[in-house]
């Protein structure tokens, strides 16, 4: 008896051994990729002095933000856990406490989303707006459908079904129809309404309001999940991280967010280019390349699940997709339309009816499958990549003159 019980210890413990070297070589395969990118970030710059060639440039510079981005993230993660355990944060001041948690959530907003900010940030400085209101919404698709269609693929392949907070889901949900409602409004007005000499004014006037409105959403939204629903969002508590790892946290932060601020301002100098020498659509590059180049590091780990904790690590993913969905549409979008009205630009939320459509189907399916069931095959996976893939084969397309037909057919 006492063998058979020896035995059965001695093979779940080699299960386990086997399951930690399999867990961290692919880590390890995933760090090797990051590192192999890292060396476009000198590439990247060496090419935008010596080379004229606007495709060179834009290439590695591509490849170089996504490595920093990762590295980004991974410091913020450090650092953002260390701030929350700071002792002013148990002050007994519960507005102080508040307030704080608050803003730390704005500040985490910023950080994570840092790439797509230096990204748009930088097209606006630039006056491309066609580029910035692409930008955005592509990041929208881009975790609506691409991302959390390849959760439920994987989770689907892994567990034949996948279960997630159906309560959170539909929360944040609720909070992106809200925002993309928004978002359709200001196009369906320019579409409908007549022509007129101050229509462009009328236009800019309602997106300056709706994105206060954006803004106030998002700051109620973080006092609703920071302050009085704090569990039914954050269930996991990490270890006291050591003040060394705070400190190189810090200035791999520090680093990463330069080298990205200048790999940034490289790759959006080089669009025009681009789109010049290889006749590909300045849309495309907005709605689907960039959203790619900024946020693809967050979720190069899907494909490296394929650990025991496979589906506790999908369920994060899918949370942080329509997470991430809902703080473009609510802060990142509003934040660069009042940027815009600073610097003078006329950033308006004033999208075309052909992106217009494409944000309302793509919030009708995701609503349709994260909200009816509360969980996920990879049939409905399959559906959203899908959808992704057919609007980026239309947008791949020469539909910068289908734009500028509409609006010389607006003018006239």
Not at 117 to 136: D, E, P
Not at 183 to 191: N, T
Not at 277 to 300: D, M, N, Q, R, W
């Amino acid at each position: 008896m006492s063998s058979t019980t020896e035995d059965k210890k001695f093979n779940e413990d080699k299960k386990f051994n086997e399951d930690k070297k399999f867990k961290e070589s692919k880590k390890f395969k995933e760090s090797r990729i990051i590192y192999i990118l890292l060396f476009f970030v000198p590439i990247g710059y060496i090419v935008n002095f010596l080379s004229s060639n606007a495709t060179l440039i834009f290439a590695t510079n591509f490849l170089a933000i996504i490595p920093s981005a990762k590295l980004l993230k991974f410091a913020n993660n450090k650092l953002s856990h260390y701030v929350s355990h700071l002792p002013y944060i148990k002050r007994k001041n519960e507005v102080f406490n508040s307030l704080m948690k608050v803003l730390g959530g704005l500040l985490g907003i910023m950080l994570n989303n840092f790439v797509e900010l230096v990204i748009t940030i930088t097209a606006l400085v630039n006056g491309q707006i066609h580029i910035v209101q692409t930008a955005v919404l592509g990041s929208i698709l881009f975790h609506a459908l691409l991302v959390l269609g390849l959760c439920f693929l994987v989770g689907g392949i892994k567990h034949n079904e996948i279960e997630f907070s159906s309560t959170a889901a539909q929360l944040t949900s609720s909070v992106l129809t809200v925002a993309c409602i928004s978002l359709i409004l200001p196009a369906s007005f320019s579409l409908f309404v007549d022509q007129s000499p101050g229509k462009s004014d009328m236009i800019l006037s309602i997106s300056y309001g709706i994105s206060i409105v954006l803004l106030v959403i998002c700051v109620l939204y973080l006092y609703f999940k920071k302050i009085t629903h704090e569990k039914l969002f954050s269930k996991n508590k990490k270890k006291k991280e050591n003040i060394n790892i705070i400190i190189m946290s810090l200035i791999l932060l520090i680093a990463m967010a330069i080298i990205i601020v200048f790999s940034s301002l490289f790759l959006v100098n080089s669009i025009n280019g681009v789109v010049e020498s290889h006749k590909i659509s300045e849309t495309f590059i907005g709605l689907i390349l960039l959203p790619i180049v900024g946020h693809s590091a967050k979720y190069i780990a899907i494909f490296c699940v394929c650990t025991e904790d496979c589906e506790k690590k999908l369920k994060l993913k899918i949370r942080n997709s329509v997470r991430s969905s809902v703080y473009t549409a609510i802060f990142i979008i509003p934040f660069l339309v009042i940027l815009g009205r600073i610097i003078k630009q006329p950033m308006t939320l004033s999208f075309l009816p052909f992106e217009t459509v494409c944000l309302f189907i793509a919030e009708i399916l995701k609503n349709y499958l994260v909200q009816v069931y509360g969980k996920a095959n990879w049939l409905e996976g399959i559906m959203l990549i899908s959808t992704y893939l057919i609007m980026a084969l239309a947008f791949f397309f020469d539909f910068d003159t289908i734009k500028s037909s509409i609006t010389f057919s607006n003018i006239h």
